[in-house]
């Protein structure tokens, strides 16, 4: 499907995952918001098999058991966020060091656009494999939407390809 200068691109890009060592970053960061999750899901729990004393604080605790609801539900989907975020730089990284390395910016493009033409869906792609892939698996499944792409692991590509020509000028 891709000429030579187009695989030596795509390798350079992996390549340079590994040259970045993003693979131990977002093992970090997995373990981070699992851990988030982890936390929050033990105060929900406390909060709800750990009762309440009575007392007269005159609503103080009140307020702040709802703060900590809020928070116990909220933080892990940012902190999933903030995951996502920076795996999408990580590719933006990946295709400037692969087109760097390679001197062929416009190959790594070339390759984007082929890989973005084929229309026929990853079989075994699944959300929790998704990041594996070079481009989103999920062929005719693009996020058109700003709040559901903060839910990708990729970049748009039409982003990569611009970002990688402008690399050629």
């Known amino acids: 499907m891709m000429s030579k200068q187009e695989t030596e691109g795509v390798l350079a890009h992996e390549l340079s995952h590994v040259k970045n060592f993003d693979t131990r970053l977002m093992m970090i960061l997995s373990v981070l918001v699992g851990l988030v999750a982890f936390l929050s899901d033990w105060f929900i729990r406390s ?68 890989i973005a033409g084929d229309i026929k869906p990853m079989e075994h792609a699944s959300n929790a494999t998704a990041h594996l892939y070079f481009t989103n698996p999920f062929k005719g499944k693009e996020a058109t939407i700003w709040f559901s792409s903060l839910f990708n692991t990729h970049p748009p590509i039409e982003n990569r390809i611009k970002i990688l020509k402008e690399m050629s000028i």
């Open 47 to 114: 909060i709800i098999w750990g009762g309440r004393k009575q007392d007269n604080d005159k609503g103080g605790g009140t307020v702040l058991l709802l703060a900590g609801i809020i928070f116990a539900i909220l933080s892990p989907i940012v902190a999933t966020l903030i995951q996502l975020a920076v795996s999408r730089n990580r590719e933006y990284l990946a295709d400037a060091d692969g087109a760097v390395f390679t001197e062929h910016p416009d190959a790594l493009a070339s390759a984007l656009t082929k």
